[in-house]
């Protein structure tokens, strides 16, 4: 768009750019307030098994429901509260919500919530001490909680950041490499990190293309090579299942068995319903 302003000047704008940060000092006046007013909601989508669909799992993914009636998604607010550093608390929240949402409905033992953590939030001096201060709050086991790192963030990980996942392993949390593939140098990373489970980026499905499923079926056989687990993300439609199947992926996401959905209604939809806890 172009404006006229006064003869011989023009400025020229773009609606959407203006939009946008009107939108983030919106947020940034707003995020402080949001926690307390239990504004960010825990939404769960399932994982599951491809050779048979069984529910293995849920990841957690934050959506943000403002004053004004506005529902934010991360993609809006996330960078901007790593910016801040804010993205600390806003992880420890989703943490919370999901141990208590472990806690209600008593979930199996083999039955995971993967939780997203942002660089910053792992680089934070006191995360492996509130980590399991929650976890004790709620007396979470271990077993039910896997933490998800993207793969860009392992790049920059400090040493002593390295030791703590580190240590976190050895204690018997689960660490997944997310987005992988998404970045540059995924490979590299393999030999100098090592976690349990690699998140194949959902890109490789939404984008299909023949090389593109060729990628996906290296990854995998890497994942089984190395000894890890692998799941692919982005799992549309019954062909997306039938290459799985084919390329021998174990497990996978996306919205063919659904899309993130709010807590109350994956355990209604999801979870057995003679695990349930009542009162
Ligand atoms: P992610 O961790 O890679 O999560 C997967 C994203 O893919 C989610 O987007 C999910 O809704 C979307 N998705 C799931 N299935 C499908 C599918 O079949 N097709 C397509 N096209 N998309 C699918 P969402 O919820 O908008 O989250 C975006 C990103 O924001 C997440 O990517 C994660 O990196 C970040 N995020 C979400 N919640 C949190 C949080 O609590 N803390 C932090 N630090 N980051 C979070
Ligand atoms: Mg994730
Ligand atoms: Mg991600
Ligand atoms: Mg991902």
């Given at each position: 768009n172009a404006k006229a302003i006064g003869k011989n000047c023009m400025i020229w704008y773009d609606q959407n750019l203006l939009d946008r940060l009107n939108q983030d000092n919106l947020i940034l006046k707003q995020m402080h307030r949001a926690l307390a007013q239990h504004q960010f909601q825990m939404y769960l989508q399932p994982q599951f098994?491809?050779?048979?669909?069984?529910?293995?799992g849920a990841e957690a993914l934050v959506r943000w429901k403002m004053d004004n009636g506005t529902f934010l998604y991360p993609d809006d607010f996330i960078s901007l509260f790593e910016k801040d550093g804010y993205i600390y608390e806003l992880d420890f929240e989703i943490l919370e919500q999901a141990c208590r949402f472990i806690k209600t409905y008593?979930?199996?033992?083999?039955f995971s919530i993967s939780v997203n953590f942002s660089r910053v939030t792992i680089h934070h001096k006191q995360f492996y001490q509130r980590l399991h201060d929650v976890l004790e709050k709620y007396k979470?086991?271990?077993?039910n909680i896997e933490i998800e790192i993207t793969e860009?963030?392992?790049?920059?990980?400090s040493n002593g950041s390295r030791a703590i996942l580190l240590k976190l392993r050895e204690e018997g949390f689960t660490i997944a490499m997310d987005d992988f593939g998404s970045g540059y140098s995924s490979l590299n990373l393999l030999d100098s990190i090592s976690v349990d489970v690699l998140k194949i980026d959902k890109f490789f499905l939404v984008e299909r293309s023949q090389k593109r499923e060729m990628i996906i079926g290296l990854i995998v056989d890497i994942a089984k090579t190395l000894d890890m687990k692998v799941i692919c993300e982005g799992v549309e439609t019954e062909d997306d299942i039938d290459l799985l199947r084919k390329l021998n992926c174990p497990l996978g996401q996306g919205y063919?068995?659904?899309?993130?959905?709010l807590a109350q209604q994956f355990a209604e939809q999801f979870l057995n319903h003679e695990r349930e806890i009542h009162g």
């Amino acid at each position: 768009n172009a404006k006229a302003i006064g003869k011989n000047c023009m400025i020229w704008y773009d609606q959407n750019l203006l939009d946008r940060l009107n939108q983030d000092n919106l947020i940034l006046k707003q995020m402080h307030r949001a926690l307390a007013q239990h504004q960010f909601q825990m939404y769960l989508q399932p994982q599951f098994e491809v050779s048979t669909l069984k529910i293995i799992g849920a990841e957690a993914l934050v959506r943000w429901k403002m004053d004004n009636g506005t529902f934010l998604y991360p993609d809006d607010f996330i960078s901007l509260f790593e910016k801040d550093g804010y993205i600390y608390e806003l992880d420890f929240e989703i943490l919370e919500q999901a141990c208590r949402f472990i806690k209600t409905y008593n979930v199996a033992s083999d039955f995971s919530i993967s939780v997203n953590f942002s660089r910053v939030t792992i680089h934070h001096k006191q995360f492996y001490q509130r980590l399991h201060d929650v976890l004790e709050k709620y007396k979470t086991p271990i077993g039910n909680i896997e933490i998800e790192i993207t793969e860009s963030a392992f790049h920059d990980l400090s040493n002593g950041s390295r030791a703590i996942l580190l240590k976190l392993r050895e204690e018997g949390f689960t660490i997944a490499m997310d987005d992988f593939g998404s970045g540059y140098s995924s490979l590299n990373l393999l030999d100098s990190i090592s976690v349990d489970v690699l998140k194949i980026d959902k890109f490789f499905l939404v984008e299909r293309s023949q090389k593109r499923e060729m990628i996906i079926g290296l990854i995998v056989d890497i994942a089984k090579t190395l000894d890890m687990k692998v799941i692919c993300e982005g799992v549309e439609t019954e062909d997306d299942i039938d290459l799985l199947r084919k390329l021998n992926c174990p497990l996978g996401q996306g919205y063919y068995i659904s899309k993130p959905i709010l807590a109350q209604q994956f355990a209604e939809q999801f979870l057995n319903h003679e695990r349930e806890i009542h009162g």
